[in-house]
Structure formats: C-alpha cells, structure tokens
C-alpha cells in the first residue's frame, strides 16, 4: 500500500502475485511428479474452478497462508517419500518446509499445523514407516526451522513488554475452535457442500477417485489425505466460514486432473449430477442478472419481512443489460462437457474466462446493492477526516474506506476503563472492543463524530438524543453527533 496507496487494487494485488505464483507451482509439480501435459492441466483446472479462481482477486490473506502451507506439505511429504537419496536435496527441503510451515503460521495462525501433521501423520502411518530412520535427521531439521521462523513474531512481541499480544492471540485461536465466533456457525457438513459447490465443477470429477477402475497412487492418496484433513477438523471447529476449508483447493484440483488423465470421460451419474448443480448455478446468475426487471415485485413482501433487504434492492443500479446470458451461457458450457478428455485444459480455460466475466460484470454491481450507500458515506467521512464508526452491526468497510486513525494514548486509556467496566458486567473482553469504542465516541467530547446504522436500527439511536439523522439510502441511515452534548 505504500506504493499503491490504501485502495482496493492495493489490497488486492498480493494475491494476483499469489495467483501466478500458485499456477507456476502446480505446473512445476505436476511436471515433476507425472508430466508436462498433468502439470498444464492441473493449474487449468485450478484457475477454472469457482472458488480458487475467486480468492485469486481477493483481498483476504488466506490464499498466502494456503500457499506457504502447501509448499511446506508438499516438502515434507517428499522427505517422508525419500523422493531423492541425495542428503543436499533432502536438507533443501527440510529447510524450505521448515521456513514455509512457518510463514504460513505468522500469516495467520497455527491451526494449519493441525491440519498438515494429522495428514503426514496417517500418510506416514499407512505409507512410509518403513523409511523411519533414513528420513528422521531432516523432519527433525524442518521443526527446528519451523520453531525459529514461526515464533520469530511472539518472540519479538514478548522481548518488547507485550507478551499480553501473543496471550490474546492464543486465546483467539482457542475461542475459534470452541466457539461459532463473530456469528459464523453452520452445520456438520457445512465444508464439504462449500466444496461440492463452491468448487464445481472440478468437485464432480474427482468423485471419480472413490469409483473402481481407479489406479490410486502415492501421490494422490498424499493429496486425499490433505483434503479429507481439512475436512474434517474444520467440520469439527466451531466457527464456520467459506474459507476455512480453502486449503482443500489444492487437492480438489489436483484429484480432478489425476482422475481425468485415468478415465477418458466421467460416468453418467456425474454428468446428471453436473448438469443439476449447474442448471441451478445458471439459474441464479440469470435470476441476478435480470434483478432490475422483477426486483418491483418482491420488494413489497421483503419491507413486511426483511426492511432491510427491500431497500438495499430499491437503491437504482444500472445494468448493460446483457448480464443474465451469462448464466445462460454457464449452462451451455456444462452442457458441452467434453467427451474426451484430452479437451478438459481447454475447458476449464473456458470457464476461468466466464468467472471472469462474471466477476468483472456482477461483483461490483452486487456491492452497490448491498453496502454502497454505506461505503460512499465513508469514503466522504475519511476525506474531510471525520470520525465514523457502525452501529450495531460489524464491518470493516468503516475502517477501510473510513480510514480510521490510531487513537493516543490516553485516548486508548480511556476506550480501556470503559472496556474494563464491560468485562465487570460480565461481558466478553475479546468481543466488547467495538462497544466500548462506540460509547466511547457517543460520550466523548469528540467532534464532528459520524455514525452509520441499518435502517431498523434507527429509532434505538436516535432516543440517545446524541445523534441527528442526516440521510438515509441503501437500508442505511446515517447521522451527526450533536455538537451541544457530550
């Protein structure tokens, strides 16, 4: 950001890099294990699947800590395999398993060890005992590493007074497993429909791994292990978001070329099942792509039972027009799902160019819909250096595009003291920040102070007699504090 400068394409632009990054490494390890042919059509069928695709133009951090997680996966699986005699080779790839395990964890935390050492340890266990000895000098050597790049951050945090930092941070990872944080719960199987959807179609293909007539090699069993891994234990974790489960990516991908280069096509209950998921994929986008010719309809029952969501449809976005052909066009694309498989790198290229498409011409239509009424009022508020916040819902598009300041010292001393009453009352100390830091601005002495609420929200901020309402648009309402209260 320091060289784009705080906006979108900065936030975004370290996973366009990890995009490329992550297709240059599929390439180079699909060549190594199989072919050149494998390795092409293993990163095709990456970048042409729904949900890898989606993370590649993101601005979320999991598409690194995947990347470093995998690299460092792939390494120790290749100690375990005892791939090459050679102790240079082996201590090259202990030492970049150790430093990339590690990274991966300063990304973003230590469940992914959780989840690499259950499967090397069933890989192992079913695979590899036999080569125990030769191969324990370099494990030990990575988890050397491992401990050095990995704790490097606590270290530095507890060596400057701030060991409360690293105590939180460890709470947090504990409260994620136990608990459905920040509101984010589902069912059991929450992971593997998200798998099954989110990444079709190459989800239908590898379900040809688990049919007869499948050679399974050491390679694959490696990579169904990983996946089925990452299922389970966040099947098992509390919390329950889309991206919880996008290490399992790799593997999706992978199975569909392996399987795809065995069977010359895939057997009549996929194409059904295919055709299903599809038709209701395409279903959607055409019902999306045409919201502005019967939204009118709907919007009357949505202000009885959601006031919300009907005025986020009635803000005017204006559409080309031409939009909902592409869910007719996804439709036709599964229906012409090659014969042979020779053609599926092409294909998948095909569908990567139509989520494309469909990103480039629904995603930012979607926003002006859901959040940009809101977010336009931040973008004014960060300009003119105005303090904004939420009410009573969680965001971070406040932050953002609000660009919101570090506070001083003392002002944090007292968010602090009013933090600390919270945790008296009985409230969560992790989770009561945001109150504490709204009842902070709402009492304070702060001025001008800004606030944003959704629409039902707006008669429970006015009888705090602190705020007038400016506007309201999109389902939000938003207000200025009055100057004449503290």
């Not at 060991?163 to 504990?174: L, R, W």
């Not at 169904?224 to 891994?229: E, S």
């Not at 300009?383 to 969680?394: G, L, N």
Request: glycine share 4%; aromatic share 18%; hydrophobic share 50%.
């Amino acid at each position: 950001m320091k060289i784009f400068g705080i906006n979108e394409f900065a936030a975004r632009f370290p996973n366009i890099i990890n995009g490329f990054l992550t297709l240059c490494l599929l390439y180079y390890y699909g060549k190594k294990w199989y072919s050149e042919k494998f390795g092409l059509r293993w990163s095709a069928i990456h970048i042409g699947t729904i949900l890898p695709h989606l993370y590649f133009r993101s601005g979320i951090i999991d598409p690194w800590y995947n990347l470093f997680a995998f690299v460092a996966y792939i390494n120790i699986f290749e100690i375990i395999r005892n791939i090459s005699n050679n102790p240079n080779v082996q201590f090259k790839r202990a030492i970049i398993a150790g430093v990339a395990l590690g990274l991966s964890v300063l990304t973003k935390g230590p469940a992914i060890v959780l989840v690499l050492l259950l499967s090397l340890m069933i890989f192992y266990i079913l695979f590899q005992k036999s080569i125990l000895k030769q191969n324990t000098k370099y494990l030990f050597i990575c988890f050397f590493v491992f401990i050095i790049t990995g704790t490097s951050w606590f270290l530095y945090e507890i060596l400057l007074g701030n060991a409360y930092i690293v105590k939180e941070f460890i709470n947090y990872q504990i409260r994620l497993l136990q608990t459905e944080d920040s509101g984010h719960g589902g069912f059991l199987l929450y992971h593997f429909v998200v798998i099954l959807l989110g990444c079709f179609p190459s989800s239908i293909i590898l379900l040809s791994y688990f049919t007869k007539g499948i050679m399974r090699d050491i390679y694959s069993k490696a990579m169904m292990i990983l996946m089925l891994a990452v299922l389970i234990i966040f099947s098992i974790v509390k919390t329950k978001i889309v991206h919880y489960s996008s290490m399992s990516y790799y593997s999706v991908s992978f199975l569909a070329a392996y399987v795809s280069m065995q069977k010359n096509k895939i057997s009549s209950w996929q194409k059904y099942l295919m055709i299903t998921i599809g038709f209701l994929i395409a279903i959607v986008i055409t019902i999306a792509g045409s919201i502005e010719n019967w939204k009118h309809l709907i919007i009357p029952y949505l202000q009885q039972k959601d006031i919300f969501a009907a005025e986020n449809l009635s803000v005017n976005v204006e559409w080309y027009g031409w939009e909902y052909l592409l869910g007719i066009v996804f439709f036709i694309i599964i229906l012409i799902y090659p014969k042979q498989s020779k053609y599926l790198t092409l294909y998948f290229l095909v569908i990567a160019v139509w989520i494309s498409l469909v990103m480039n011409n629904f995603i930012s239509k979607v926003e002006q819909y859901s959040q940009n009424s809101a977010i336009v009022f931040f973008k004014w508020c960060a300009e003119k250096q105005y303090i904004v916040d939420t009410y009573a819902y969680k965001s971070y598009a406040s932050l953002f595009y609000g660009q919101r300041m570090p506070l001083s010292e003392t002002e944090e001393a007292e968010i602090s003291k009013l933090l600390k009453n919270y945790e008296n009352a009985g409230y969560n100390k992790n989770t009561s920040y945001n109150l504490a830091y709204l009842n902070w601005l709402i009492e304070s002495n702060k001025h001008p102070v800004y606030l944003v609420s959704k629409i039902h929200h707006e008669k429970e901020v006015l009888a705090t007699n602190k705020f007038i309402k400016l506007y309201s648009k999109g389902g939000f309402v938003f207000y200025m504090k009055r100057k004449n209260v503290k």
